[in-house]
């Protein structure tokens, strides 16, 4: 009885999941420039391998767009771009999980990389890609519907250095905070 108790209790080692989040990214200011950055919405699919019962490793890749305004002594210039995010982070499962709700927090690591999309009127001219270090924390929780198939319920944030897209003009040396809700499905195997 105790074996098969202990069998009900077992999860699939991998798991994959598609989530659609929000990116909010903290305004920020100095001396010379006011930074703002659009709110915008997107994807982060996620692979997990859960090496035992409370712990995994996530590595997750996200896209959204958003458009970086910044108002300098010489004018307004607005950055639009695509940011991509790959990260790598430890999962712990908190201890206070039921039969269908598993709470778990992250930590890791990972980059954030701004490309300009180039549109006309939503670049500034010689802004280029740039890839910024991240530090990604969060937690979530997932409901169970199957022994396969979950709800996700997550947030992320992300600690990294402004953009400034290798524009003078826009360079501050200033450190944001960039919240991601998400929500989606989660498949495991």
């Given at each position: 009885m105790l074996i098969s108790s202990a069998?009900?209790?077992?999860?699939?080692?991998?798991?994959?999941?598609?989530?659609?989040?929000?990116?909010?990214?903290?305004?920020?200011?100095?001396n010379v420039v006011d930074q703002h950055t659009t709110n915008s919405g997107g994807i982060v699919v996620s692979y997990r391998y859960h090496f035992n019962n409370w712990f995994a490793a996530d590595v997750s890749y996200g896209w959204t767009r958003d458009t970086q305004q910044n108002n300098t002594p010489g004018g307004s210039l607005?950055?639009?771009?695509?940011?991509?995010?790959?990260?790598?982070a430890g999962v712990?499962?908190?201890?206070?999980?039921?039969e269908r709700f598993n709470p778990y927090v992250l930590a890791g690591t990972g980059a954030l990389e701004f490309a300009p999309t180039q549109s006309a009127g939503a670049t500034v001219p010689g802004a280029g890609n740039q890839a910024k270090a991240a530090f990604v924390y969060g937690g979530g929780v997932d409901y169970d519907f199957t022994k396969h198939?979950?709800?996700r319920m997550e947030y992320r944030g992300f600690v990294y250095g402004r953009p400034d897209f290798s524009v003078n003009a826009l360079r501050t040396g200033l450190t944001t905070n960039t919240a991601q809700p998400s929500a989606g499905v989660v498949y495991r195997f």
């Open positions: 069998r009900a209790d077992e999860r699939a080692a991998q798991e994959v999941s598609v989530q659609g989040t929000g990116f909010f990214t903290k305004d920020s200011s100095s607005s950055v639009q771009s695509n940011v991509h995010q790959a990260t790598v712990v499962k908190l201890p206070w999980r039921t198939i979950s709800f």
